[in-house]
């Protein structure tokens, strides 16, 4: 998920708006005897903190490779309960990933989510001996809120030092800004544009829309409320030409 | 019984041409024509997109019957399928993620992080060559855990496997690890880059931040340097963990 890095249409003005949250297991340490804990304790304190998407949220619109039998189970339980079937399901991936991930929308959800993290689950993972790291992706402001909050100081930055080569190919800044929301790249940008379309045919809202464009991936880390905001901006524009 | 292809593709006999599936894909290779939707193979990079839908009420997109080295596609290009050689889902790797616990880049060290394909366009490996061959000729070569590192013949030229070239990718991430003192070089490599690549690349650095955890972009590259308003931060929960454990 390198790509939060690479998260286009964010300006330095944009603060609070957004913020990613990676948790990972290293590679070496996956078979960890107990490890699976520490990241079941994770997503729990993720949900508990109101993310505004997070991985698999709503995994009804994809089928989940290994499931089987349990993902209609699931699908049945998500229509009557969905707070209890997400947890399910972050439940199974916290066992089965080494990675979960999310976004905020408020800065104060994100702060104390963090701080939390910080506190008990930090050392008990010191204790115990499991790695697991947290990386957050968005402004470098917002990140630091972040770690002062919790006492923390930032580790490793990854800078995005923009596109290179054939740049002539790739679509307008703002079909960008939503293309490379999705963790995986799976957007397409004719996806894009069609639900440009629909808004601007008046048979879509720009939330529908922004709901609809995460579906592709499970990263889970599509701002949906960002996302709205960008295809009204793009439904107001006038049609590309062909 | 009749062979599953060995690509993802539409079974004409249940598809209506509704073309509900055409826009989902992000390599713009399905197509409606005569009331048939088709997949054109050599730009599908198995992505899964489609398969996975549900937007298809027939059930007429089905996957393929994978076989070397249209297999690596997927890996390359599906978040859901596990690459065997780094344990982790799809392309990825450990990068920053990871170094708080891991020290993958070290003090005094740039991560540098290429991906090749994104955004929109794909990645044909030919290009992840002229890459991997850009960074041989300077004496830089891809760390251990990386996925094309065992797609590599010669590693002094950085030179992949010639059977994979054509394959095309959603992305392709490259890593390499210099010293801060080579930051002027590498600006140099990426200039050459951007001139003979011939698809788009995204250029990640990785840095350690300083002892108060601010960032050290401008140190490293001078003042003039670009990046885009975002970072990605490993805040340091992990810190000294495994190294208590020794």
Not at chain 1, 164 to 178: C, K, M, N, T, Y
Not at chain 2, 148 to 162: C, E, K, N, Y
Request: aromatic share 4%; with cysteine.
């Amino acid at each position: 998920m390198t790509h939060s890095s690479q998260r286009r249409g964010l300006e330095t003005t944009d603060r609070c708006k957004e913020l990613c949250i990676i948790g990972m297991i290293p590679k070496s340490q996956f078979n960890r005897r107990g490890i699976k804990s520490a990241m079941r304790r994770l997503a729990r304190t993720m949900l508990d903190h109101q993310p505004n998407n997070f991985i698999f949220r709503d995994f009804t619109e994809i089928t989940i490779p290994n499931l089987g039998a349990a993902q209609n189970l699931l699908e049945w339980l998500h229509k009557r309960r969905p707070e209890l079937s997400n947890r399910i399901i972050l439940w199974i991936l916290a066992h089965t990933r080494s990675g979960l991930s999310g976004v905020y929308t408020d800065l104060d959800a994100a702060k104390a989510l963090i701080t939390e993290l910080a506190g008990d689950w930090r050392s008990r993972n010191q204790q115990k001996g499991y790695p697991v790291s947290i990386v957050l992706s968005g402004l470098p402001e917002d990140v630091r809120a972040c770690c002062q909050a919790a006492g923390l100081t930032e580790h490793t930055f990854l800078h995005s030092l923009d596109v290179f080569g054939s740049v002539e190919e790739l679509p307008p800044e703002e079909e960008l800004a939503l293309i490379t929301m999705c963790g995986h790249g799976l957007i397409a940008a004719g996806r894009v544009r069609h639900l440009a379309e629909r808004i601007r045919k008046g048979k879509l809202t720009p939330e529908a829309a922004a709901e609809e464009i995460w579906k592709p991936c499970v990263c889970g880390i599509v701002n949906r409320e960002r996302a709205a905001e960008i295809f009204s901006r793009l439904a107001s524009q006038p049609e590309p030409e062909a | 019984m009749s062979e599953r292809p060995g690509h993802c593709h539409i079974d004409s006999t249940r598809c209506v041409g509704c073309g509900l599936c055409v826009t989902l894909c992000p390599m713009n290779a399905i197509t409606v024509e005569d009331g048939t939707a088709s997949i054109d193979a050599d730009e599908c990079v198995e992505c899964g997109v489609c398969t996975r839908s549900r937007a298809c009420r027939y059930s007429a997109i089905q996957p393929g019957d994978l076989k070397w080295p249209r297999q690596l596609r997927a890996l390359f290009s599906n978040p859901l399928a596990k690459f065997k050689d780094t344990q982790i889902y799809g392309r990825g790797t450990e990068e920053t993620k990871t170094n708080d616990s891991q020290n993958i880049y070290g003090e005094g060290e740039i991560g540098v992080i290429i991906e090749l394909g994104r955004p929109v366009l794909g990645t044909r490996m030919a290009e992840a060559e002229r890459v991997t061959r850009k960074f041989a000729e300077h004496g830089y070569q891809l760390p251990e855990n990386n996925p094309v590192r065992s797609m590599i013949v010669d590693h002094d030229a950085g030179t992949l496997r010639p059977d994979i070239l054509q394959e095309k990718a959603l992305s392709c991430l490259l890593e390499f690890v210099m010293p801060e003192s080579a930051a002027e070089e590498l600006i140099a490599i990426l200039e050459e880059l951007d001139r003979e690549v011939q698809t788009v690349f995204n250029v990640c650095v990785a840095i350690r931040a300083d002892a108060q955890g601010r960032p050290r972009l401008q140190e490293v590259f001078g003042s003039d340097i670009h990046s885009i308003p975002s970072v990605k931060v490993n805040i340091g929960m992990a810190r000294g963990i495994i190294e208590a454990q020794k």
